[in-house]
T-cell receptor, first 114, second 113 residues
Framework: KAGVTQTPRYLIKTRGQQVTLSCSPISGHRSVSWYQQTPGQGLQFLFEYFSETQRNKGNFPGRFSGRQFSNSRSEMNVSTLELGDSALYLC?????????????FGPGTRLTVL | QKEVEQNSGPLSVPEGAIASLNCTYSDQGSQSFFWYRQYSGKSPELIMF????GDKEDGRFTAQLNKASQYVSLLIRDSQPSDSATYLC?????????????FGRGTSLIVHP
């Protein structure tokens, strides 16, 4: 079974631009979560989508948004990029079919904002 | 606010020794506990999870859970240089609570030859 895939793997943008990242979950997984990871803040939760609906949201400004399609693929968008948005953006998918829900991470997208 | 605490390290152990990584959590309702390994520049990789008090073994890895003390640990036996990585602890509390795990900041492990 294929793992979680993310595209692109690397991105370089300048301040003020916007960016869209894509995530394809493991087949059969309906939940997709997005995280931002920086050396200073660790792994921070952005939002989670389940069956095309945003179910949970972390403490990030409205510049960060996302969506999920009917095939469970998800995208996240960051508008008006700031230098502080430079980070590794991770997508994780899970089944959410029982009491224990294992999240599996994709390889991440390394975003650099200049 | 749910908190998951880990010593940032680095924890340095010689090859062949037992590495002991610890994690404490604040939410008494937490039910499931996960350990991830993250190599530098890579994404987290799930090692194992535990949800019952006691020990759970998987190869060279043993997870230990003590809900009364709100404490979970990961033991790595016969540590190898390839185990050098950051280990993230994550805590989750379904089915009554959210499936979204809370992550600790990780402990850096260095296994030296």
């Amino acid at each position: 079974k294929a793992g979680v895939t993310q595209t692109p793997r690397y991105l370089i943008k300048t301040r003020g631009q916007q960016v869209t990242l894509s995530c394809s979950p493991i087949s059969g997984h309906r939940s997709v979560s997005w995280y931002q990871q920086t050396p200073g803040q660790g792994l921070q939760f952005l939002f989670e989508y389940f069956s095309e609906t945003q179910r949970n949201k972390g403490n990030f400004p409205g510049r960060f948004s996302g969506r999920q399609f009917s095939n469970s693929r998800s995208e996240m968008n960051v508008s008006t990029l700031e230098l502080g948005d430079s980070a590794l953006y991770l997508c994780a998918s899970s089944l959410q079919a029982g009491d224990v829900d294992e999240q599996f991470f994709g390889p991440g997208t390394r975003l650099t904002v200049l | 606010q749910k908190e998951v605490e880990q010593n940032s390290g680095p924890l340095s152990v010689p090859e062949g020794a037992i590495a002991s990584l610890n994690c404490t959590y604040s939410d008494q309702g937490s039910q499931s506990f996960f350990w991830y390994r993250q190599y530098s520049g890579k994404s987290p990789e799930l090692i194992m999870f535990i949800y019952s008090n006691g020990d759970k073994e998987d190869g060279r890895f043993t997870a230990q859970l003590n809900k009364a003390s709100q404490y979970v640990s990961l033991l790595i036996r016969d540590s190898q240089p390839s185990d050098s990585a950051t280990y993230l602890c994550a805590v989750q509390n379904p089915p009554g609570g959210s499936y979204i795990p809370t992550f600790g900041r990780g402990t850096s492990l260095i296994v030296h030859p």
